[in-house]
Each structure stands twice: as C-alpha cells, then as structure tokens.
Antibody
Framework: EVQLVESGGGLVQPGGSLRLSCAAS????????MNWVRQAPGKGLEWVSY????????YYADSVKGRFTISRDNAKNSLYLQMNSLRAEDTAVYYC????????????????????WGQGTLVTVSS | DIQMTQSPSTLSASVGDRVTITCRAS??????LAWYQQKPGKAPKLLIY???SLESGVPSRFSGSGSGTEFTLTISSLQPDDFATYYC???????FGQGTKVEIK
C-alpha cells in the first residue's frame, strides 16, 4: 500500500525556518517524481515545488523561490522541504504528493498528475 | 504563467442531478489536465488525469473531457458522497483552479 507521511510542521515566528519531511513507503520511491502542495486555511490548493526522481530537475512556485529548497534522499525513501525566511502568508497545510507514471517526459524528467497524497502537516507562521 | 479559471465557484445540486464543472486554461495545455476531489480536513483525491482518463477505483459516474484550453468534469448522477470541493490542475506547470464547491441544494 502506498503511504506518504509528512512531519515537521509547527508554529514558527516570521523570518524563521522549518524543515518538512515526507516518508514514503509501499512503492519504489526512487522511480517517481515528487511534489509539495500547500493549502492556506479556508483557501484553495497551491503547488509549491517539484523534484524529479533523480533530483536532476527542480522547480519552485514564484511565491517561494529563493526561500524554499526541495530535496530527496532515495536511500531513505524521504522527501524534504527546507523553508527559510518564513512569512505569515506561508501558513498552510503542506502536502507531499507523488506524480503518477502515466504522464509525459521531457528532458529526462517525467511529469504527471498527483496520484497519491500524504495527510498533510500544518505550518503556522506567527509571532 | 498559465492561469486556470474554474466555474462556477459554488454549485448547489440535489442527489441524482447531472453536474458539470468547467475549467479554462489561459493557453493551450494539450490534455495535461487533472481533476481532484477534496473533502474537509482531507487530502485531495485524484479523479481524472490526462483530461479524460478515469483514475483506478473512481466511480464511472465521473468523466472528463476537453483539450487545449477548455475542459469539463461531469458527474452523471450526483451521490451523497460527492458533495465536496473539486479542483482542476494543469500539469505543464502545475497551476490549480480556484475550486468548485458542490453543495446540497
């Protein structure tokens, strides 16, 4: 059974840092591209970041570029999101999500719809 | 950036109704469009991928159509379990629509 379990959320002051983790199981983690998606309280979904299976391709939403860093450790079946210079508007539930295999590939990286999601971890940025 | 515009924002319907939600892209995304269902306090669930392909395990009353810039999600006969918020997402650059909340009429 595919499982994605996020951890690392919590309360942090503006300007602070936090590192989120996503532990994957039930599939060959190293074969799949992964993403972080967030949802502010009462708001819609916002894609945050993408990382290809080999970490060769990484993308960020403009809203987090230069402040957040996505990474993965395929030996540990884990995905990470390092969040620095946090702002009140970063307050959200953060989900990790797997890209399905049935997408398209370009430049050696593959992209698909998000077929499995974790339960989410809440990040609150407030003084 | 590719913008995704969903309509309506809210939809009131009854059990058994046929429901259609529209998603428009600001530029062509071919068929790289997904639809998700989300219930309060839960993670989104993939329903449709590549505009019209039904994800495994999703009831056949859900269907998707379209290509280029215009897409629709149709629920052929609304069931009690279907009252939720629905999002489209283009996965060229991953933008989501703003969501459509399907409420009980």
């Amino acid at each position: 059974e595919v499982q994605l379990v996020e951890s690392g959320g919590g309360l942090v002051q503006p300007g602070g840092s936090l590192r989120l983790s996503c532990a994957a199981s039930g599939f060959t983690f190293s074969s799949y591209s992964m993403n972080w998606v967030r949802q502010a309280p009462g708001k819609g979904l916002e894609w945050v970041s993408y990382i290809s299976s080999s970490s060769s391709t990484i993308y960020y939403a403009d809203s987090v570029k230069g402040r957040f860093t996505i990474s993965r450790d395929n030996a540990k079946n884990s995905l990470y999101l390092q969040m620095n210079s946090l702002r009140a508007e970063d307050t959200a539930v953060y989900y990790c999500a797997r890209d399905q295999e049935l997408g398209y590939c370009s430049g050696g990286s593959c992209y698909g719809a998000h077929d499995y999601w974790g339960q989410g971890t809440l990040v609150t940025v407030s003084s | 950036d590719i913008q995704m515009t969903q309509s309506p924002s809210t939809l009131s319907a009854s059990v058994g109704d046929r429901v259609t939600i529209t998603c428009r892209a600001s530029q062509s995304i071919s068929s790289w469009l997904a639809w998700y269902q989300q219930k309060p306090g839960k993670a989104p669930k993939l329903l449709i991928y590549k505009a019209s392909s039904l994800e495994s395990g999703v009831p056949s009353r859900f269907s998707g159509s379209g290509s280029g810039t215009e897409f629709t999600l149709t629920i052929s006969s609304l069931q009690p379990d279907d009252f939720a918020t629905y999002y489209c997402q283009q996965y060229n650059t991953w933008t989501f629509g703003q969501g459509t909340k399907v409420e009980i009429k």
